[in-house]
Every structure is written in structure tokens, then in C-alpha cells.
């Protein structure tokens, strides 16, 4: 069983937004969608070309930082949350 949430209430998710919209630049490419299924919550993020090495960080730390913190969240919450990064759109 999938579902995709859009709303707020999903954890972590009003945490990465607010989060991702302080780092990058392009707020209007930020697309942010989460899913709960069997394993957890997996939030998916799309950010610009030009923001990917800002979500990336130097040798992954800024998104490793990341994940650990959305790990930290979902484990007080008794859910597993992950962070997935998609490609950015080709223009």
C-alpha cells in the first residue's frame, strides 16, 4: 500500500521545507513530495540545476546532515523517514 501525502502532516516534511527553502535559491523549482508505505516515509526532493550542489553540500555532507536529522525525527516519532534526491528537469 502507497499513498502519496501532499499535506503538511506528514513528518519531517514542514521541516525539509522550511530547511531547503533557506538554502537554495530557486524556490519556485522546490517540489517536495512524500509517500507512506510499508517501509516508511520516503520524501522525494527536485530542486533547480543550479541548486543541486547547495542540497548536495561538499562531499554530501549538507544532504547526509540531512537525512540523519529526518532519521533522528522519524525515530522519536516511531517512523522511518528517508530523503530521496531526483535528478533536476532538463530545460
Do not use: C
Not at 12 to 34: M, N, P, T
Request: charged content about 25%.
Amino acid at each position: 500500500m502507497t499513498t502519496a501525502t501532499p499535506s503538511t502532516d506528514t513528518p519531517g516534511l514542514s521541516f525539509l521545507r522550511y530547511v531547503l527553502e533557506s538554502i537554495i535559491e530557486d524556490k519556485d523549482a522546490l517540489i517536495i513530495e512524500s509517500k507512506l508505505d510499508e517501509l516508511g516515509i520516503l520524501l522525494t526532493v527536485q530542486v533547480s540545476d543550479r541548486d543541486m550542489g547547495k542540497l548536495i553540500g561538499k562531499g554530501g555532507q549538507t544532504v547526509k546532515a540531512l537525512r540523519t536529522l529526518l532519521r533522528l525525527l522519524g525515530g522519536n516519532l516511531q517512523q522511518r523517514i528517508n530523503l530521496k534526491i531526483l535528478e533536476p528537469p532538463v530545460s
